[in-house]
């Protein structure tokens, strides 16, 4: 995790620093750790997203995530065979046994079911860091040209669906987007 790190660079300059107390990092840690464990489903579930039908196996997940995170969520394998095994039981991702180059895994593909609850997920998401990132000035560009957030539940809509209704709360959101895109 990110404050382990931050403390071992820190201990290695200044051991008296305040990141280097104990209750510092209690303080710190628990709050990483309540951060991380909200952030596991959904990152998990994009990085696998992006393998499309060819899935994702755990390894491949872990480098992915850390590459992309630049090394800031780091997920150990303790805490993501048995979410991927939970994301499976919940009906949102499928997994296929596949040889590779003489080694045995299991692939994981998000399901349809998956990418709809992935979708409300990441709506929540980027729209709870929209509200709160001003309290820390700080701020985001989402890419409405590409997305429609619902104003009902917050799911992330592909503007491109022709659907009129958001599959998750049934919001008509044919009236906003037209007149998104009449104001361009």
Do not use: W
């Amino acid at each position: 995790m990110v404050i382990k790190k931050l403390i071992k660079r820190v201990k290695e300059l200044n051991p008296e620093a305040l990141i280097a107390s104990q209750k510092f990092r209690d303080i710190a840690e628990k709050f990483e750790s309540e951060i991380v464990r909200g952030l596991g489903k959904l990152t998990v579930l994009s990085v696998i997203r992006q393998f499309e039908e060819q899935g994702a196996y755990g390894y491949k997940i872990l480098k992915v995530l850390k590459k992309q995170t630049k090394d800031t969520l780091v997920i150990d394998e303790g805490t993501l065979y048995p979410l991927l095994r939970k994301l499976k039981r919940d009906g949102l991702l499928t997994s296929e046994e596949k040889v590779v180059k003489g080694r045995r895994r299991n692939y994981y593909i998000i399901t349809e079911e998956g990418e709809q609850i992935f979708n409300h997920m990441a709506g929540v998401f980027t729209k709870m860091t929209e509200a709160v990132l001003p309290l820390f000035d700080v701020s985001v560009s989402l890419k409405l040209e590409k997305f429609y957030y619902c104003p009902m539940c917050a799911n992330k809509i592909d503007i491109e669906q022709d659907e009129r209704f958001c599959s998750v709360c049934g919001y008509n959101k044919y009236d906003d987007i037209k007149n998104r895109r009449e104001t361009k």
